[in-house]
């Protein structure tokens, strides 16, 4: 029979193809999973969290309150935006709190509305999150932290907030440069820093991709906070990995093996 031959010539090159191809082809890399997280250093706090399904890891220091600095500027920036007055000068200070990190523009808020921090935590569910005196007594986990910017790109994607974290400037208003930290990992669009008036006890920084945040704090220096980001988190895939290409149907053809007899006479022994 040469011309069952021949087709069974001309059909076994591509199914093998097919075969090779899918076991070569390597395995797509999974979202950060709590092993990823487990010997963050005790010193730094991260959590992650991919927004469209909900999975989130975080560091064994995660929900623990620790001094908010200037991210829990977006708390209040988010608070003035939809709860304030709606004045143009409330959200030209609102918006120079996220962007250039302004702290004269978060006490005229604070002063205004004492109230955001808290009302925002009660509001999202941020347990960790308390106000103290002032803003800049505040204090946060980076659980909170994503916990709030998950529920914004969740449910409010449009917000400003998000937009100024996209805009930040390169150096803050007191000239402290905004270039480290979360802001470093790969799929990062938009970034927050916060930081201790001496600029090394302790410091903070949280960041949105398109389908994920993040967030840490260190006591410590940036170069800390970057290196135990990036050591936990550089090297992971953050974003959702895409779905298997479907195995195509190849018609049955008599005397041939099927894809998956193939795949098992291929495979390693």
Not at 15 to 25: E, K, P, S
Not at 111 to 138: C, H, M
Not at 141 to 154: G, Q
Not at 172 to 189: E, H, K, M, Y
Request: charged share 20%; proline share 9%; with cysteine.
């Amino acid at each position: 029979m040469p011309g069952l031959r021949r087709a069974i010539g001309r059909a076994a090159v591509p199914i093998v193809g097919i075969a090779m191809a899918l076991t070569c082809a390597a395995p797509a890399q999974a979202l950060p999973t709590p092993a990823d997280l487990a010997d963050v250093p005790s010193r730094t706090s991260i959590s992650y969290e991919h927004v469209p399904t909900g999975t989130y890891v975080g560091s064994p220091e995660d929900n623990s309150a620790r001094p908010g600095l200037s991210t829990v500027k977006l708390y209040m920036a988010d608070y003035v935006v939809r709860r304030g007055d709606g004045s143009p000068r409330d959200r030209d200070l609102a918006a120079r709190m996220v962007q250039v990190s302004d702290d004269s523009a978060a006490s005229v808020l604070d002063n205004k509305y004492p109230q955001a921090i808290d009302a925002t935590a009660a509001e999202f569910g941020l347990t960790s999150t308390s106000r103290g005196g002032f803003w800049g007594s505040s204090y946060t986990s980076t659980a909170d932290t994503v916990r709030f910017l998950a529920a914004k790109k969740r449910t409010d994607p449009a917000s400003p907030v998000l937009a100024w974290m996209t805009t930040a400037a390169p150096v803050a208003r007191d000239g402290f440069a905004q270039n480290w930290g979360t802001s470093l990992l790969p799929g990062v669009i938009g970034s927050k820093w916060g930081w201790a008036d001496d600029r090394s006890s302790v410091v903070a920084s949280a960041s949105i991709g398109t389908d994920f945040v993040v967030a840490s704090n260190t006591y410590g220096p940036t170069r800390s906070n970057t290196d135990d980001v990036l050591a936990t988190l550089g090297d992971v895939e953050l974003t959702a990995p895409p779905a298997p290409a479907p195995v195509p149907d190849l018609p049955v053809i008599p005397g041939l093996p099927t894809v998956e007899e193939l795949l098992q006479m291929l495979a390693p022994r």
